[in-house]
């Protein structure tokens, strides 16, 4: 099987080659992202492998689809640059529904400790052997209240974390999670009351039209001043304009971002010798309380090892037995519905 992967980076090919051996699965790798330009790419090839920032649209389907490209392996677990709606009927599409929770949680506490306890500061400090401390006084997470926003896999492994700092957790999700509640330290509650008593709060939840933007300008008016916000999800979750603002004024204490809104032109790559035309990441970054982290979070060892084998798996049982437990959306069958990360 010839499969084609797009925006490759270094990092990806030990243990894609590793699995591909394995599995007789042969990867032809572009550095260049899928999108209409280059789909053209793919011709030739049984399926196409893709990232979070690789662009499948409907243009993009059809055309992989007149190739007869018949499937689509994403090496992630959130699926929000495909159009699935489209797909649907026309691509096999795959994807890696957990890798390492772990990961993408225990980067999140690294940017929060970071962050309130400004190492990223007295990092560049010492290293100018300048040992002030002026300035780096930070505060205890033990007894402050984390507000949860999305208790999946990755969400509840962060609120594990937070509890073993002894913080309290209020929780947020559509679809609660049995047994997480236990009525004192970790409770599930509404978004009313999550903006109102957290002193920190982390986005854990898929990006869908329902979450797009779920911290806007109107969000921030109800959290209490001096609030700490956490994103590894995806960037849309935040309104990066109103964002900025709460910042400006105070009332936001510190903002750790691993995703950004419009990171796919520039997230991945090294862009330091470029004037960056994103006036609002600019003036994020340029603020001494925001730590941007370039959609890093799943970035370890245990997880390239387990995206690898899982797409590759992926690939292969579909190829030999015409099914896939991580299919979203089947090529032929009934009509079906994405909604919330979830098919229908
Ligand atoms: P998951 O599917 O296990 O959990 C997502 C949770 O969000 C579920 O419990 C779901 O019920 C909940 N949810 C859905 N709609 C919601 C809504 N409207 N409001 C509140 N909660 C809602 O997913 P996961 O593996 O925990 O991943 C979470 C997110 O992390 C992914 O969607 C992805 O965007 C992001 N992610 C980021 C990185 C990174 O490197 N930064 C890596 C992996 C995943």
Do not use: W
């Not at 209409?36 to 793919?42: G, H, M, P, R, S």
């Not at 911290?215 to 209490?224: F, G, M, Q, R």
């Not at 995703?259 to 032109?265: A, C, F, K, T």
């Amino acid at each position: 099987m010839k499969i084609a992967f797009f925006d490759t980076k270094p990092y990806d090919k030990p243990s894609f080659d590793k699995y591909g051996k394995e599995y007789g699965i042969d990867f032809k790798y572009f550095e260049t992202k899928l999108n209409e330009d280059t789909v053209e790419l793919a011709h030739g090839y049984d399926g196409v492998c893709v990232f979070v920032n690789d662009t499948v649209n409907a243009a993009v389907i059809d055309r992989l689809e007149e190739m007869n490209v018949r499937m689509l392996a994403l090496r992630c677990a959130g699926f929000n640059n495909v159009d699935m709606k489209h797909a649907f009927g026309r691509l096999h599409v795959f994807r890696v529904p957990a890798y390492s929770p772990y990961a993408v949680a225990e980067h999140t506490m690294a940017l929060l400790l970071a962050s309130i306890r400004r190492i990223h500061k007295a990092y560049i400090r010492s290293r100018d052997f300048n040992f002030s401390l002026s300035g780096l006084t930070g505060f205890d997470l033990h007894g402050k209240t984390v507000g949860v926003i999305g208790t999946g896999k990755i969400g509840r492994v962060f609120v594990d974390i937070c509890r073993g700092f002894g913080m309290n957790v209020l929780a947020f999700d559509k679809y609660p999670a049995e047994g997480l509640d236990n009525g004192d330290t970790i409770r599930y509650t509404d978004l009313e009351e999550l903006f109102a008593k957290s002193d920190i709060i982390s986005l854990h939840c898929p990006l869908t039209d329902e979450t797009h933007h779920i911290i806007d300008e109107e969000a921030i008016e109800k959290c209490k001043k001096g609030v700490v916000i956490l994103n590894t999800s995806r960037g849309a979750l935040v309104d990066a304009q109103a964002l900025l603002e709460g910042i400006k004024s105070r009332k936001i204490g510190a903002a750790c971002l691993d995703v950004y809104e419009e990171e796919s032109d520039l997230f991945f790559e090294d862009n330091s010798g470029h004037i960056l035309d994103d006036d609002i990441l600019a003036r994020l970054i340029s603020m001494p309380n925001v730590i941007v982290t370039s959609h890093q979070a799943f970035l370890t060892q245990e997880a390239l090892e387990n995206i690898a084998e899982t797409t590759v798996r992926n690939l292969s049982v579909f190829s030999t037995t015409g099914q896939c437990e991580n299919e979203l959306c089947y090529r032929g069958g009934t009509a079906k519905d994405c909604k919330d990360g979830k098919c229908f």
